[in-house]
C-alpha cells in the first residue's frame, strides 16, 4: 500500500446539516450533494488540499455499505488535524467554527511543543484540531 490517502469520509447524522456546516460555516468548497439517485448513494465531497477529499455521507448509509452496525459515536478515538501557516489563522479559524455551529472542546492556547492550537467538534462530533505548528508548518498554496 502507498502512503497516499485520496478521501477521508465522515458519517454524519444528517447530511443537509453536515453540508451546511461545511460549505455555508467554514467555506470549504464543493459541488453539494450528489448519488441521491442510488439507494444509500447521497454524499457530499469537499475538496482540500494536496487532491485529498473530505466526504459527508449519511452514517446509517455508511454502516449499510459496509454491514457494520451503528454504534454510538466517541469523539476520541481520532482527530482532523488542520495546520495553518500562522498563529493568528487559529483563533480565526476556532471562531468560524463556532460561528457555525461547532462545540468548541479546547479553546486555543499555548502547546507545549512551542505551538498554538485549540479544539472544536462538528456537529456530529467529529473532532478537528486548529494548529499552528513552527516546526511542521503547511506547505504554500
Given at each position: 500500500?502507498?502512503?497516499c ?26 459541488a453539494?450533494?450528489v ?11 469537499f ?5 485529498l477529499k ?28 488542520h ?11 476556532m ?5 457555525a455551529?461547532a ?9 507545549f ?6 479544539y ?6 467529529h473532532?478537528w ?8 508548518l503547511?506547505?504554500?498554496?
Open positions: 500500500m502507498k502512503p490517502v485520496s478521501v477521508l469520509t465522515l458519517g454524519v447524522a444528517d447530511l443537509e446539516r453536515s453540508l451546511s456546516f461545511y460549505r455555508d460555516g467554514l467555506g470549504l468548497p464543493t453539494g450533494i448519488g441521491r439517485e442510488f439507494d444509500h448513494g447521497a454524499v457530499a465531497f475538496d482540500l488540499s494536496g487532491g473530505l466526504a459527508i455521507w449519511a452514517q446509517e448509509d455508511l454502516a449499510h455499505d459496509t454491514g457494520l452496525p451503528m454504534l454510538p459515536a466517541s469523539p476520541t478515538p481520532m482527530s482532523i488535524g495546520n495553518v501557516s500562522r498563529r493568528e489563522e487559529v483563533d480565526d479559524i471562531e468560524t467554527a463556532r460561528r455551529g462545540s468548541i472542546v479546547k479553546p486555543a492556547q499555548d502547546t511543543y512551542g505551538g498554538y492550537a485549540g472544536f467538534q462538528d456537529p456530529d462530533g473532532l484540531e486548529i494548529v499552528w505548528n513552527p516546526g511542521m503547511p506547505a504554500r498554496q
